[in-house]
Every structure is written in C-alpha cells, then in structure tokens.
Nanobody, 124 residues
Framework: QVQLAESGGGLVQAGGSLRLSCEASGRAFSRYAMGWFRQAPGKDREFVAAISWTGPIRKYADSVQGRFAISRDDRKSMVYLQMNSLKPEDTAVYYC?????????????????WGQGTQVTVSS
C-alpha cells in the first residue's frame, strides 16, 4: 500500500507561481512512476505531468509544456510540480499519483495510487 500526501496548493494571481509537493510512503519509491493530474469543476480528470522511475523521463500535457516542471527526490520520497506563469484555466484540484514499476506514460485509469488532492486557484 502506498500513501500519497500533496501540499503546496493555494490562491495565486495570474502570472504567478506555485510549487506542489507530494510525499509518498513505501520503501520502493525509486521504482515508482509518479504523476500529477488535475480536475476542474465539471470536467474530467486530466493528465498534467509525469516522471519515470528510470532515466528519468518527463512528460507534460501540451497545455502546461514550458510552464510546469516535474521533478523527484528519491532520497526523500518526494515528487514536485513547479508551476510558473499560471493562468486562470490552471485552476483545479491537483492530484499526485503513483504506479509502482509502472509506466509514466499510462492513462489516468492505469495509475494505482492517488492522493487526496490540493486545490490550486488562479485569479485573473
């Protein structure tokens, strides 16, 4: 069982920055693919960014490419999402996801563990 705890959400003005953090339990964190997804009111959960457990390899949604950066610290069992140049359309609940020995390239339904989410609100 893997538990995930997100932090770092909040209210920010358009153009601002936030850094989300996700702490994972489990001894094999270095073998987890890690990802960030988001869900806005009335919309489906969508992929934001993911990082593999080898390489690492990073993948981003087109909507955040060049603005967001995902990173991981295996010694601390942490994954981060640095969000810059935030836009009102980035407003959503952001979820951390983990897939032990999985692929960073999987769709949302394939990820095994999820956090409770952290709210990000970008005002115009």
């Amino acid at each position: 069982q893997v538990q995930l705890a997100e932090s770092g959400g909040g209210l920010v003005q358009a153009g601002g920055s936030l850094r989300l953090s996700c702490e994972a339990s489990g001894r094999a964190f270095s073998r987890y693919a890690m990802g960030w997804f988001r869900q806005a009111p009335g919309k489906d959960r969508e992929f934001v960014a993911a990082i593999s457990w080898t390489g690492p390899i990073r993948k981003y949604a087109d909507s955040v490419q060049g603005r967001f950066a995902i990173s991981r610290d295996d010694r601390k069992s942490m994954v981060y999402l640095q969000m810059n140049s935030l836009k009102p359309e980035d407003t959503a609940v952001y979820y951390c996801a983990a897939d032990p020995y999985g692929s960073y390239d999987n769709p949302a339904r394939a990820w095994e563990y999820w956090g409770q989410g952290t709210q990000v609100t970008v005002s115009s």
